[in-house]
């Protein structure tokens, strides 16, 4: 029986996800001290997840050859490497929930947080040094130096966006934010999880740099997807707070737009909502800004962009995945550019 | 007379046919999808889908190209150490002599790990010309392993001894399932990726007992082609893979 391209995604999610939560549990077993750090370590990868970037790895290595036990390592590693961006993230961004339940620094305070995330990333070294011994050290070598630069894209990215916030600053294009998500997110969500199982499923003899285009690509519609969730999806599923992005003065294509199209007494009046620490921000003054988006249309603006980024992922798609043969796969990776965009 | 009254067709609710793609995905949702293509209700008149969509495209390929650029830009710095002829070489050697540097890196790091995990695993050389290489399963400290490798014994080191007689410099990659200790094994050719390349057929590997150290012996005839070779190596009585051989001969 074969499974059409709409479930096909969600099949292979749950299936990949699983196999990387099983392995993952070897990495967030009980030991001490359990109550000051690994309990705590085990909290978000416990909330849940899509498992996106681990499937997205194992689908890819599976479809250039490779058993799935041979990307799981990489992907147990992603996702604990994922989850400590997180709770760094969620400090650096003041965030207060996170997939439905409190932030871990809301709920333990900052320095215990930071050394929580700090474990996290630790832990996700561990697993890929544990690779050498199901890939041999050459190709665990290469995945390293992938995970090296991917964290290192990562944080460069992020402090761009940090750097933004800072700085207050108004006058960002549309290729300035793409620049910034193409290393914040499009790196450890899309682009790592492709090269590292093009190189794990081909045994390094694959060029790592025709999976950039692919990877960026399908990464910023994803993003872009995200940050409209975060305005207007449904709060139960996506574990956010709606609108957290306004709150947090986050500088999403939306609100670049929205810098670009309104009025210079509306934008005065967006520049000090902006300049504002968050605690300092109203929920009239965020309705308003979200509302302003509605009214010029910063939403669609967006959409249009995502979609148009989805389609040229496809494009590259055909290109990188012709020669190959047909295998579920290689659908479920076509299939999830069409599904960054429909999930709400 | 209403007889006569002329029967007029109803307004149509579009005049062109829908040719926008994007409809393929989820259709535009939202309180503001009211304005799309029509216009914000202040402002000037927003762009049209396809105008949006088609300077995204062009955007996100001008991003992602001058990334890139910028990428080879960088790597093209790590080239440019060496400007005479003759240490000049191609990106794929720099890269492949690079790589070699960080797994010999990466090994050392390895070994310190090892020694401060287990104190006492001192007997780890470097590989490429002669030695006793790591392979396999190297004993790991805590976390426990994966499901994947669960099958797999823990805590024993494959030791391997690798002799390469070479006119060349070359550079080896071994890896020896920890099942292949105590069994007698052989080694394939060494093929090159390429079929016309002639295969390296001196190839053996010398197996006494699980205290001894496996023993790699290559030849590398004069005239090999520079370029990689890879072979597999399998137990004698069962013919399953226990393991593969992978050599560089790097151009002199």
Redesign the interface.
């Known amino acids: 029986m074969t499974t059409s391209a709409a479930d096909l995604v969600p099949a292979i999610l749950r299936e990949y996800g699983d196999l990387t939560r099983v392995a993952l549990c070897d990495y967030l077993r009980p030991r001490e001290p359990q109550r000051q750090l690994y309990s705590l370590v085990a909290d978000y990868p416990r909330r849940g997840g899509r498992m996106l970037r681990p499937s997205l790895c194992i689908a890819t290595a599976r479809a250039f050859g490779a058993a799935p036990e041979d990307a799981v390592g990489t992907a147990v590693a992603l996702e604990l490497f994922h989850n400590a961006f997180l709770v760094h993230d969620d400090i650096e961004d003041e965030s207060d929930e996170r997939r439905g339940s409190p932030t871990l620094h809301a709920l333990h305070g900052i320095p215990v947080a930071v050394n929580v995330g700090d474990a996290l990333t630790l832990l996700g070294l561990r697993a890929l040094l544990d690779n050498r011994t199901r890939l041999g050290t050459r190709l665990a070598v290469q995945v390293m130096e992938e995970a090296e630069r991917m964290a290192r894209e990562t944080v460069e990215g992020q402090a761009i966006e940090l750097g933004w916030r800072r700085d207050n600053a108004l006058h960002i294009s549309d290729a300035d934010y793409l620049d910034m998500v193409l290393k914040k997110t499009c790196w450890y969500t899309t682009i790592f999880p492709t090269r590292t199982g093009v190189l794990i499923g081909s045994r390094g003899n694959h060029d790592l740099n025709r999976f950039l285009r692919f990877g960026f690509f399908l990464g910023a519609a994803f993003q872009i997807q995200d940050d409209l969730l975060n305005l207007e999806g449904n709060a139960q599923r996506y574990g956010k707070e709606l609108s957290g992005d306004i709150w947090e003065g986050k500088r999403t294509l939306m609100l670049i737009h929205l810098l670009r199209a309104i009025t210079d007494d509306e934008r005065g009046r967006l520049a000090e909502f902006l300049s504002q620490p968050r605690d300092a921000r109203t929920l009239p003054d965020v309705q308003w800004v979200r509302e302003r988006m509605n009214t010029y249309g910063s939403l669609e603006h967006a959409r249009q962009i995502a979609h148009g980024l989805a389609g040229a992922a496809l494009h590259e798609y055909g290109l990188l995945y012709a020669g190959l043969p047909d295998s579920r796969d290689k659908q479920f990776v076509q299939a999830v550019v069409t599904w960054v965009l429909e999930r709400r | 007379m209403n007889s006569h009254e002329r029967i007029k067709r109803p307004k149509l609710d579009r005049t062109q046919p829908i040719r926008s793609?994007?409809t393929?995905?989820?259709a535009?949702?939202?309180?503001?999808?009211t304005?799309?293509g029509g216009g914000?209700?202040?402002?000037p008149a927003?762009p049209s889908?396809n105008d949006?969509?088609?300077?995204?495209?062009d955007?996100?390929?001008?991003?992602?190209d001058e990334?890139?650029r910028q990428?080879q830009k960088a790597a093209q710095r790590f080239t440019d150490r060496s400007y005479t002829p003759d240490s000049m070489t191609s990106d794929a050697q720099e890269i492949g002599t690079r790589?070699a540097q960080?797994?010999s890196d990466?090994?050392a790091v390895?070994l310190e790990?090892l020694q401060l995990g287990a104190g006492n695993f001192g007997r780890w050389p470097t590989p490429p010309f002669e030695g006793a290489a790591?392979a396999?399963?190297?004993s790991?400290s805590?976390?426990?392993?994966?499901?994947?490798?669960a099958t797999?014994p823990a805590g024993t080191d494959t030791r391997v001894r690798v002799a390469v007689t070479s006119p060349y410099p070359t550079e080896v990659?071994?890896?020896v399932r920890p099942q292949a200790v105590g069994r007698r094994l052989i080694v394939q050719s060494l093929r090159a990726?390429t079929e016309d390349t002639p295969r390296l057929s001196d190839v053996t590997i010398e197996t006494t007992d699980a205290d001894t150290p496996l023993t790699l012996r290559i030849r590398v005839p004069a005239g090999q082609p520079a370029g990689v070779y890879n072979g597999l190596i399998v137990e004698e009585e069962s013919g399953k893979p226990m393991g593969?051989v992978?050599l560089r001969i790097l151009p002199e």
Do not use: C, K, Q
């Open positions: 793609w994007s393929l995905f989820t535009p949702a939202g309180p503001e999808a304005t799309a914000a209700a202040h402002g927003a889908w949006v969509v088609s300077r995204s495209v955007l996100g390929y001008r991003v992602i990334y890139m990428g790589m960080y797994a990466f090994t390895w790990f790591p396999g399963s190297a790991r805590a976390p426990p392993p994966p499901p994947s490798a797999e990659s071994l890896d990726v593969t992978s």
